[in-house]
């Protein structure tokens, strides 16, 4: 009974309160919520640079230190990853991607999506996750870039090579040229096209 009272009049507080992600939580199952603190606590025994102490996700006044409610689910969700937790990493991602709110929030969380779907090694999963991914580039891409920003995206690599395996070459040819234009580049951009548009040129 004591332990009831307690419980209810448990001053709400932690992450939770400073993220507002208390009511969020509280409408999760019971099992839900223990992934989640059982990975948060987790990441704060084996992370020496994660800021936060087990005691710190449903208490006391912390600072969110550059978190968002997305990124910080986000980095539960690595751990989880590197726990081979699979399962539950692929749910905490989703759970992550749904409360993104900015293109470089989806960009961070789709990224670590696509290796875990990698890791499941689900075809259909990693496809849906890559072209998702790319596709927030086509979209999003100078909203995310900085300034004359250039970077190698691993979704892109993945979806020309879905493609051109599936026989979609034009596609993903389409695809890879109109994010070149971006500021992402396939690694081998040069050997990749002519190889493609041969394939074109032969149908």
């Known amino acids: 009974m004591i332990g009831k009272v307690f419980r209810i009049f448990h001053e709400k507080g932690g992450i939770l309160k400073a993220l507002e992600l208390w009511e969020w939580f509280e409408s999760l199952n019971p099992k839900e919520q223990k992934l989640i603190k059982h990975y948060f606590s987790l990441k704060s025994i084996k992370e020496l640079k994660f800021p ?7 208490s006391g006044e912390v600072d969110t230190l550059g978190y968002t409610r997305a990124t910080f689910l986000g980095s539960i969700a690595q751990r989880a990853l590197l726990e081979r937790d699979y399962q539950g990493a692929k749910w905490l991602y989703t759970k992550a991607l749904e409360l ?59 979806i020309v090579y879905l493609l051109e395996r599936k026989g979609e070459v034009k596609r993903a040819l389409e695809i890879m040229q109109k994010l070149r234009e971006v500021g992402i580049e396939h690694p ?16």
């Not at 936060?52 to 449903?58: E, L, N, T, V």
């Not at 709110?101 to 849906?128: A, C, G, M, R, Y």
């Open 188 to 203: 081998f951009y040069n050997e990749v096209k002519a190889r493609l548009e041969s394939k074109l040129e032969v149908n």
């Open 52 to 58: 936060f102490r087990a005691k710190h996700f449903d």
């Open 100 to 158: 993104s709110e900015t293109p470089l929030e989806k960009h961070l969380i789709l990224n670590d999506l696509v290796l875990l779907s990698q890791k499941l090694k689900d075809f259909d999963l990693i496809e849906s996750y890559a072209l998702s991914h790319v596709n927030l580039f086509l979209e999003s891409g100078r909203d995310i870039l900085k300034d004359g920003q250039k970077i190698q995206l691993n979704s892109l690599e993945v």
